[in-house]
């Protein structure tokens, strides 16, 4: 793993999504997630007026996909997460929590307040969550034990306060 990219799709730039990019999605849907769709009614599902809602954050290791977290707006100010998902071939490399906090800091720089996860079947998703709420709390605490969470997290939701991006 040594070239990582990360990408984001939207509305503005649905055409960046190639076939073979799709391809990648489907086959990491049909392996995590059990998905039964042909490949042609997959894609039926990414065209420009779908996007007009959707965001894409995708991670590419070495020129292939490794991971995604695919959601769309609620309102001017919600983001709503329904699929995050890692191929098996890049766990516990940490790259889906690299893939969360880059959405994260996208997300607020858009000046969305408020991030949710939905429909998460991938298992590795948990132990992410887990990990970002573990490390912010122990960071905050060695910083100052009065400063509070950077983001406050209340059951799958997260709200941005002063979220930066740490590296």
Wanted: proline share 2%; charged share 30%; net charge positive.
């Amino acid at each position: 793993m040594s070239d990582v990219k990360y990408k984001m799709i939207d509305v503005n730039n649905y055409k960046d999504l190639t076939k073979e990019t799709l391809l990648q999605i489907h086959q990491i849907l049909k392996a995590e997630a059990y998905w039964n769709d042909s490949f042609s009614e997959f894609k039926k599902k990414y065209t420009k007026r779908n996007f007009k809602n959707i965001k894409l954050f995708l991670v590419f290791s070495d020129n292939h996909l490794a991971g995604f977290i695919e959601g769309f707006s609620i309102g001017k100010d919600q983001f709503y997460a329904k699929s995050f998902y890692v191929s098996k071939n890049y766990r516990n490399l940490k790259i889906g929590t690299k893939l969360k906090l880059r959405t994260f800091s996208v997300l607020k720089k858009l000046g969305y307040k408020k991030y949710t996860d939905g429909f998460v079947v991938n298992p590795l998703v948990t132990k992410i969550n887990q990990n970002l709420v573990n490390k912010r709390k122990k960071e905050s605490l060695k910083k100052n034990p009065k400063l509070t969470f950077p983001y406050g997290i209340k059951d799958k939701e997260v709200f941005f306060k002063t979220f930066k991006k740490r590296r």
